[in-house]
């Protein structure tokens, strides 16, 4: 999954593809470089970011997909990277076809009915608070029963709402309200959540602070570091992987799946 963020304040490539024909061209470039989906997100989820409206979300977005989505594209499926149903139902009917949503279906009730509605799937993704304010509260009595408890909670939301089985995958959310040793034991336990759910299984580690703690390293030096969680990762159990530099990974993901026997 690569991404492609249309904001002005995203943590790595915040301000680069604001215009649409920037965004256009660096969605084809990631397609040649390997991604099987485009990931567009037009509100910064770093830590400590302010929300922004659905309409500032939407005008943001809605050209880029319409710019990159089908035919008119790099022929790459296009996923919504948004916590507001308003802004995924208006990226759905401009092209994109799944759902990633950083609150696992917990912030906008509407959510899991617009992903049933349009029939896409989702990706049910945990978080601690929000962005403004979920690294303000890193601490869990278990770590990983907790995380577990509220993918749950968003699974059985998308249920109900009558999103299919099939159509439902799993994030527990590296970064979002969690410590450097925290990250660490979710990357450590990814089977345990395949074990638990029974559904995909996807990492987003590209480029973040742990990465960057570990090896004391900004973030246009975290290639490697992304490169080993991603593999690691994989290793233990991801299905998906979502990140900035998708030569590099792509790479990475097919030596690792090889490795797994993910190939075979």
Same mark, same amino acid.
């Given at each position: 999954m690569g991404i492609l963020n249309v904001t002005p304040d995203s943590f790595s490539d915040g301000g680069r593809f604001i215009e649409c024909s920037d965004a256009a061209r660096h969605a084809g470039l990631l397609a040649r470089q390997g991604a099987d989906i485009l990931d567009i997100g037009g509100e910064s989820t770093r830590p400590g970011s302010d929300p922004v409206s659905a309409d500032e979300e939407i005008s943001r977005v809605i050209p880029v997909i319409e710019a990159v989505a089908g035919?008119?594209?790099p022929g790459l499926p296009v996923s919504i990277d948004t916590t507001k149903a308003v802004v995924a139902e208006a990226a759905?009917?401009?092209?994109?076809? !799944?759902?990633?949503?950083?609150?696992g279906?917990?912030?906008d009730p509407d959510m899991a009915r617009v992903a049933a509605y349009n029939g896409v799937p989702v990706i049910v993704m945990h978080i601690r608070g929000n962005p403004k304010t979920m690294q303000q509260s890193t601490r869990y009595d278990s770590l990983l029963g907790e995380i577990k408890e509220y993918?749950? &909670?968003?699974? &059985?939301?998308? !249920?109900?709402?009558?999103?299919? &089985?099939?159509?439902? !995958?799993?994030?527990?959310?590296?970064?979002?309200?969690k410590t !450097?040793?925290?990250n660490l034991e979710i990357i450590r336990n990814l089977e345990s959540f395949k074990k638990t759910f029974g559904q995909p299984v996807v990492l987003g580690t590209s480029r973040k602070a742990f990465i960057g703690k570990i090896l004391d390293l900004p973030v246009n030096e975290r290639v490697e570091g992304t490169a080993a969680s991603?593999?690691?990762g994989i290793a233990n159990g991801a299905d998906m992987v979502r990140v900035h530099d998708v030569q590099a990974m792509a790479r990475v993901a097919g030596v690792a799946d090889a490795i797994v026997g993910k190939n075979n």
């Open positions: 035919d008119k594209g759905i009917q401009a092209g994109a076809s !799944l759902i990633n949503d950083i609150s279906l917990h912030f993918i749950a &909670e968003g699974i &059985e939301t998308a !249920l109900s709402a009558g999103v299919d &089985e099939s159509h439902i !995958l799993i994030d527990p959310g590296i970064g979002f309200g !450097l040793k925290q991603v593999a690691i």
